[in-house]
T-cell receptor, first 114, second 115 residues
Framework: GDSVTQMEGPVTLSEEAFLTINCTYT??????LFWYVQYPGEGLQLLLK?????DKGSNKGFEATYRKETTSFHLEKGSVQVSDSAVYFC?????????????FGQGTILTVHP | DVKVTQSSRYLVKRTGEKVFLECVQD?????MFWYRQDPGLGLRLIYF???????EKGDIPEGYSVSREKKERFSLILESASTNQTSMYLC??????????????FGDGTRLSIL
């Protein structure tokens, strides 16, 4: 079945550092890929998405590129801020999946210090 | 903006009680989902619904049931609450058309404690 693997956390960075959170997936065919963010005490918000190979999703300075050859969708940001401290989830939706069901990674906790 | 509203942010119940968690969305979405979130396990799908009165089991349906009598409302029911159902519960909704491309929109969650 479909699966998503994220890098182990937690990740701790200083403000203005470069961020990478690795995400790899296993799926049949070409899934759609998503990054969600969960700020403390809140539900998940869509951060960005990509629906086909070589697409780049971007939002709020975050980027991720759909790499079919390496089955990866790594999240990057050039300069993190304290306000980026949150839990980040990588997810996929397979084209054969019923009704847009999502398969999530286990989440990566990011803490950014001033 | 899509608004998904869960009726309670925090809830404390006793073992054996029947517990209802309510979720309402305001964007006429066809699909609605219930997840539970536990540390180190990510989000796990309990049930989902793709239309009024239609439902399908997710990955961990045991001990739960759902109800969708109106398109905008999706209820999760714990038939007889147990301590291992203490968790954060998240509701989500999405459009039905080209569903695999559609993001899900989440509520703020209900933190449920079973004593």
């Amino acid at each position: 079945g479909d699966s998503v693997t994220q890098m182990e956390g937690p990740v701790t960075l200083s403000e203005e550092a470069f961020l990478t959170i690795n995400c790899t997936y296993t799926a049949t065919g070409y899934p759609s890929l998503f990054w969600y963010v969960q700020y403390p005490g809140e539900g998940l918000q869509l951060l960005l998405k990509a629906t086909k190979a070589d697409d780049k999703g971007s939002n709020k300075g975050f980027e991720a590129t759909y790499r079919k050859e390496t089955t990866s969708f790594h999240l990057e940001k050039g300069s993190v801020q304290v306000s980026d401290s949150a839990v980040y989830f990588c997810a996929l939706s397979g084209r054969g999946t019923s009704y847009g069901k999502l398969t999530f990674g286990q989440g990566t906790i990011l803490t950014v210090h001033p | 903006d899509v608004k998904v509203t869960q009726s309670s942010r925090y809830l404390v119940k006793r073992t054996g009680e029947k517990v209802f968690l309510e979720c309402v969305q305001d964007m006429d979405h066809e699909n609605m989902f219930w997840y539970r979130q536990d540390p180190g396990l990510g989000l796990r799908l309990i049930y989902f619904s793709y239309d009024v009165k239609m439902k399908e089991k997710g990955d961990i349906p045991e001990g739960y049931s759902v109800s969708r009598e109106k398109k905008e409302r999706f209820s999760l029911i714990l038939e007889s609450a147990s301590t291992n159902q203490t968790s954060m519960y998240l509701c989500a909704s999405s459009l039905g058309r080209q569903a695999y491309n559609q993001p899900q929109h989440f509520g703020d969650g209900t933190r449920l404690s079973i004593l």
